[in-house]
């Protein structure tokens, strides 16, 4: 007990030093737990047993791999059609085609551990490449969306090859007949299960949800990948793959989103487990020994994976510069290709040495392919411009060279309803879309479009850009949208140019490539928040109107918590200070029906001046003193916001009578 203890002190100490070292140096946490790993481990420190880093790392994966389980939903691939499975059925048949043959000439492994090994290959680290493309806020981005999509039937794949398993693998004394029988029963047992859980699990976590609350809900998610691992166990699977199992199954509940958020907490002490155990199972005296074949190998591995990707993108219809991006994230070797490595050495498919030298394989890929993930969009557009990649081939216009007031760069909800607005009062604009499904969208409605990308500076000038009044770039891909506007303002220094920015970081960027106004979609929710709630208040239109014009003119600056000059300052005082007008209706129960203006000294009481008085639709400019107030006047009133609140609680009618 005292000896486990150790460890798990020494794993989370090493994790949270490897944390903190990796956001020091602005790298992905990952690396920084796989060296962890790789010093701990007994090929260095000698500081944990092999056996005991073997529990830790299948442990931390049937934790890891409950939430991956959670996050698969076949909605998004049913939805994403043909494109993605095109792109990702060719970069796994591709890469297990090519591996195997590889592995199957080069080695004495056999056919059978080459086309397990390729397989292995052929999947991407999960955890990897979300945590990346979450950090940066790129998980919505076309490139991201591809790459999560590809991940996903990855994913969908490697489970079916591990259930299948055991149909290849005979144990000494058992005849085939035994296998498929002992197969179809655990198959068997699992449609049941599945089927049951469907109908008992969304009424047994709506229970537990509306009995416990968020508490029930942890302890009743981390008892479900508990479980599944141990039911897996029994079925003489493997636990991760229960895991797993349940996790999807818990995906299909209503509440999957609330347990992923109960779970999710968890899910970097998950990571960090896990990737700590693997760096400590790399075997650091065959990587010593046989250094310049391991680097060898990770980098044919890493530029293979990374070609086939690029390659199938291209054929499930995507842009290169996306494609190539995809190729670049999705170059490592997953986390799955351990678990599938260490599954099919129990089944003895692989044998040990062999998995050894996998994991040092696989451990490698990660430490030189990581990185690639955060840099895989700049590489992206940088290696399609090198390469003079424009998109689907030269660019096609509806009708050759258009004119256009308005150039928009992007077809998707913001470019649409612009595109909508200009057409409906008569603005030329063209829109330029590298899309296919999306430029098909446009057309049909009725949008003039360019088929490229907008990055280059041919698309743009086909577009017409030397004769657009205005450029509007509404893309989500940040390192696209970045070189559209730079571009833009690099031929034409007179031309408004408006970038849509979805985070904070975006912002200087933008403008510092030329961008003349840059619109944050994070901030412009926050100034429709506080203008609601001012509005709430009966604070005066202008006056609301007016302070949102100095946020916006300030850059934001208020509200990213960045030092304003001292003007800003005395105009944002001024405004919240500033005479205003508004009309007040005057109800039969007020006070001041029936009295002059003199008696009811409206001015002196608040601050309010008086300024017109419509009755029966005649206006009275300037009225005397001695002007009496009726019920259903209107009342046209001039001051400050505040004295104007303390002017209609006057003018109101009081409590129980008739209101305002």
Not at 85 to 106: D, K, N, P, Y
Not at 300 to 312: G, P
Not at 561 to 583: I, K, N, P, Y
Not at 643 to 658: F, I, M, N, V, Y
């Amino acid at each position: 007990m005292y000896h486990t203890l150790t460890d798990v002190v020494v794993l989370f100490g090493a994790g949270l030093l490897a944390a903190w070292v990796g956001r020091y140096l602005r790298a992905p946490a990952v690396i920084g737990f796989l060296l962890a790993g790789v010093a701990l481990g007994p090929n260095a420190l000698h500081l944990l047993e092999r056996e005991r880093i073997e529990f830790f790392a299948e442990l931390a994966l049937v934790l890891l791999l409950f939430t991956i389980g959670l996050e698969l939903s076949p909605a998004p691939l049913l939805q994403a059609g043909a494109r993605l499975a095109i792109a990702a059925v060719g970069q796994i048949g591709l890469t297990v085609v090519i591996f195997a043959t590889g592995i199957a000439v080069f080695t004495d492994w056999g056919l059978g551990a080459a086309v397990l090994c390729g397989i292995a290959i052929s999947l991407s680290s999960t955890a990897i490449v979300l945590k990346q493309l979450s950090d940066a806020g790129e998980t919505d981005s076309p490139a991201g969306g591809l790459m999560t999509g590809i991940l996903l039937i990855q994913d969908v794949f490697v489970i079916l090859v591990m259930i299948a398993l055991p149909l290849f693998a005979r144990e000494a004394g058992v005849s085939s007949g035994d296998v498929m029988i002992k197969f179809g029963v655990g198959f068997a047992v699992l449609v049941v299960a599945t089927v049951l859980a469907q109908r008992l699990l969304p009424l047994l976590v709506r229970e537990i949800f509306r009995r416990g609350g968020q508490e029930l809900m942890t302890i009743f998610a981390v008892a479900m990948a508990c479980g599944g691992a141990w039911l897996a166990g029994l079925a003489d699977w493997s636990w991760p793959l229960g895991a797993c199992v349940a996790g999807l199954l818990l995906a299909q509940t209503d509440l999957r989103h609330q347990l992923f958020a109960e779970i999710s907490p968890f899910r970097s002490a998950f990571n960090a487990l896990f990737f700590i155990s693997i760096g400590m199972l790399a075997d650091l005296h065959f990587a010593s020994r046989h250094a310049g074949v391991i680097v060898t190998v990770v980098v044919v591995i890493l530029l293979a994976k990374f070609l086939i990707t690029s390659f199938a993108s291209r054929l499930g219809g995507w842009a290169p510069r996306i494609a190539i991006t995809a190729g670049l994230g999705l170059c490592t070797v997953s986390e799955f290709g351990y678990v599938l490595a260490a599954e099919a050495a129990r089944r003895h498919l692989l044998t040990p040495e062999i998995v050894r030298q996998f994991v040092t394989v696989i451990v490698g890929s990660m430490l030189l392919g990581g990185p690639l993930v955060p840099l895989a969009g700049r590489l992206g557009l940088w290696l399609s411009l090198r390469l003079g990649l424009t998109g689907d081939g030269p660019a096609r216009a509806e009708d050759g060279h258009p004119r256009a007031d308005v150039i928009v760069v992007g077809y998707g909800v913001n470019g649409r309803n612009l595109s909508q607005v200009l057409k409906a009062t008569a603005i030329p604009c063209v829109v330029i879309e590298f899309g296919r499904t999306l430029a098909e969208a446009a057309r049909r409605d009725g949008a003039r479009v360019i088929v490229g990308d907008a990055t280059r500076a041919e698309i743009l000038e086909h577009a017409g850009l030397r004769g657009a009044k205005a450029l509007v770039v509404a893309i989500a891909d940040r390192e696209a949208a970045r070189r559209v506007v730079a571009q833009a303002r690099q031929a034409r220094s007179d031309l408004y140019v408006l970038a849509r920015a979805r985070f904070i970081a975006d912002l200087n960027s933008l403008y510092a490539a030329g961008a003349d106004d840059v619109i944050p979609e994070e901030f412009e929710t926050s100034i429709e928040i506080f203008a609601h709630v001012l509005e709430r208040f009966h604070v005066p239109r202008n006056v609301i109107d007016q302070q949102v014009t100095l946020v916006r003119a300030g850059r934001y600056r208020m509200l990213r918590g960045l030092r304003d000059d001292h003007a800003t300052r005395m105009e944002w005082a001024q405004a919240l200070e500033a005479a205003v007008t508004e009309t007040h209706f005057l109800v039969s129960g007020s006070p001041a029906v029936g009295r002059t203006i003199r008696e009811f000294d409206l001015r002196a009481r608040t601050g309010v001046t008086i300024v017109a008085i419509t009755r029966n639709g005649k206006p009275t400019a300037n009225p005397p003193p001695d002007f009496r107030f009726e019920a259903s006047d209107v009342l046209v009133l001039v001051g400050g916001h505040n004295a104007l609140t303390k002017a209609r609680d006057l003018l109101a009618a009081p409590s129980g009578g008739e209101e305002d």
